[in-house]
T-cell receptor
Framework: NAGVTQTPKFQVLKTGQSMTLQCAQD?????MSWYRQDPGMGLRLIHY???????DQGEVPNGYNVSRSTTEDFPLRLLSAAPSQTSVYFC??????????FGSGTRLTVV | AQSVTQPDIHITVSEGASLELRCNYS??????LFWYVQSPGQGLQLLLK??????LVQGIKGFEAEFKRSQSSFNLRKPSVHWSDAAEYFC????????????FGQGTELSVKP
């Protein structure tokens, strides 16, 4: 099984551009979430989903949108990229509260 | 407010020495507790978790952690560190009905001296 797959692995955007970070899981997990990782700040929750059609905001949702049309996919959209969104983004999934399975991350630079 | 604190940003230990990484949490209820490890350029891997029961839990790679309710702590330990254990370690907490929604500590970077 592939687990949690994120694409792309690296991306450079110009300020104001939009893009979508893709995330797919093949474990039939009900929960999916997006985190960003910044030095010295650990991981912070952006958005999460408890099932298809249900999403909610996390700690740092501004500037990001999500949708969950299927159990497998949970894309993260940057509406108008800003340098403050330069970060490493991780998608994760879980079955209940059993612990997250993480993707390998997307390193995003906004110039 | 809910929070997780890892007091040590960076720890250096000699190979073969014992290790303890500290984690303290502030939460309204007894949470589920996790330790993750992240090797450079990689995603996070679950080392161990505590839900209930025995307060000493065993994980992968020879790690263990002890939950102390009175101290709101969940410290990670390993009796003998290997050079391959050099990585960043994250403590995290969550609630049973909020799968996917964890609060992470700032992380502790572990260096191992030969």
């Amino acid at each position: 099984n592939a687990g949690v797959t994120q694409t792309p692995k690296f991306q450079v955007l110009k300020t104001g551009q939009s893009m979508t970070l893709q995330c797919a899981q093949d474990m039939n997990h009900e929960y999916m979430s997006w985190y960003r990782q910044d030095p010295g700040m650990g991981l912070r929750l952006i958005h999460y989903s408890v099932g298809a059609g249900i999403t909610d905001q996390g700690e740092v949702p501004n500037g990001y949108n999500v949708s969950r049309s299927t159990t497998e996919d949970f894309p993260l959209r940057l509406l108008s990229a800003a340098p403050s969104q330069t970060s490493v983004y991780f998608c994760a999934s879980s079955e209940g509260a059993l612990g997250l399975t993480f993707g390998s991350g997307t390193r995003l630079t906004v110039v | 407010a809910q929070s997780v604190t890892q007091p040590d940003i960076h720890i250096t230990v000699s190979e073969g020495a014992s290790l303890e990484l500290r984690c303290n949490y502030s939460y309204g209820a007894t949470p589920y507790l996790f330790w993750y490890v992240q090797s450079p350029g990689q995603g996070l891997q679950l080392l161990l978790k505590y839900f209930s029961g025995d307060t000493l839990v065993q994980g992968i790679k020879g790690f263990e952690a002890e939950f102390k309710r009175s101290q709101s702590s969940f410290n990670l330990r390993k009796p003998s560190v290997h050079w391959s254990d050099a990585a960043e370690y994250f403590c995290a907490v969550g609630l049973y009905n909020q799968g996917g929604k964890l609060i992470f500590g700032q992380g502790t970077e572990l260096s191992v001296k030969p």
